[in-house]
């Protein structure tokens, strides 16, 4: 076969062992491979040291043993903006944004594909994923790459045979969770080479491959741009201390003082000085800036059943016709990366928002959270969490009362599901 008529797929390659496997079996395929890291922070970490240009030597050391051309583009500015700039916003807000779901679909999943594709002339994507898209690598070539009307005529017949996102073969390892506000136009033309395989499995193809570089180094572990750093000492270095005070919510008695309550998410454990017992952030006052918590780790003050969401990005259907037919559609759902499917039922409103109704309550929901849908095996889309219903423990002392129940939102009121 000449030259020219190889496909041409463009690998993100992070430096780690997944997609430096993924490229070595895009290689195998017989497909004309192209490595591009992509640099997205530029800082030193705790030891003086830049961990991307670690990464990105490493990069370019899989390229050299597999024989393929390098690339490096920097995303720093981009990253910045759309990303780490949201991320600072929902946390001023109170909220707990999602910054790698973010990354994906604006640096991984546009920047680079856009960069691939205009650029490099790539055929297809790839990256070191663990997810599934319903295409064979064939079909993902013969998409032409056609754009589509932006706008209000964009209607959900346009796309024919949408392409859908599926769950990883090996259910610990899937990250369709982050990949869950990727772009149609985008997911078309990706292949995720690793989507069958076991992360077990991945390692050893590394270790018969002379990629030992690669697989001496950690998982990267929680948000990129803090890694090992303290949490609390990061976001106050971009974020004004905002003193507030610790509350129980049982008896409303202040128990200590904070430095911000953006520092905190629903569910945490909360850090009191002078307090031995544990006690858990259970809401938050954005008014005052005052932190309530519970004494208990399953208190039912953090306990919830009902969320509602912006407006829900669908991956392959803009929304589910069963969705559109029923206004009503029972799934699953889950809002933290790897925690257990919940089962539920959304309803449809007409702004493309979707009350999200737990078939049981559920611990720890937090605004800014990303609510992800799942129906059997397909990852349906998600939506940012806006709204939340109120606690078991709210209801509870709202029957005794026998008075109605209020929500907590971030913005202003809204409306409840109607059936
Ligand atoms: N800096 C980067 N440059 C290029 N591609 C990247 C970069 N960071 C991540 N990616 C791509 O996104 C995929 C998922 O990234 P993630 O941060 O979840 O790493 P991972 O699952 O540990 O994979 P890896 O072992 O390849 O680092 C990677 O496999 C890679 O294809």
Known sequence: MQMSALRHVVCALSGGVDSAVAALLLRRRGYQVTGVFMKNWDSLDEHGVCAADKDCEDAYKVCQLLDIPFHQVSYVKEYWNDVFS?????????????????????????????????????DAVATGHYARTSLEDEEVFEQKHTKRPDGLFRNRFEVRNPVKLLQAADSYKDQTFFLSQVSQDALRRTIFPLGELTK???????????????????????????????????????LQPRPG??????????????????????????????????????????????????????????????????????????????????????????FRHQMALVPCVLTLNQDGTVWVTAVKAVRGLALGQFAVFYKSDECLGS?????????????????????????????????????
């Open 200 to 238: 077990d499995f991945v390692k050893k193809i590394a270790a018969e491959n002379r990629l030992h570089h690669v697989l001496q180094k950690k998982e990267s572990m929680g948000i990129c741009f803090i890694g090992k750093r303290n949490f609390e000492h990061f976001i106050l270095q971009y």
């Open 86 to 122: 949201d991320f600072l916003n929902e946390y001023e807000k109170g909220r707990t944004p999602n910054p790698d779901i973010m990354c994906n679909k604006h640096i991984k999943f546009s920047c680079f594909y856009h960069y691939a594709v205009d650029n490099l002339g790539a």
């Open 245 to 334: 005070k610790f509350i129980s919510i049982e008896d409303n008695k202040v128990l200590g003082t904070h430095k911000g309550w953006f520092l905190y998410t629903l569910g945490q454990r909360a850090k009191i000085s002078g307090l031995r017992e544990p006690w858990y952030v259970v809401e938050k006052d954005g008014i005052k800036g005052d932190v309530l918590v519970a004494p208990q780790v399953d208190h039912p003050a953090l306990y919830r059943d009902l969320l509602r969401t912006n407006r829900v990005h669908w991956i392959a259907e803009e929304p589910p016709a069963t969705l559109v037919r029923d206004k009503m559609m029972e799934c699953h759902f889950r």
């Open 383 to 419: 939506g940012k969490i806006l709204r939340l219903g109120p606690s078991a423990y709210t209801l509870q002392k709202g029957k005794n009362r026998t008075r109605v129940a209020p929500e907590v939102s971030s913005d202003s009121p809204g409306l409840h599901p109607t059936p």
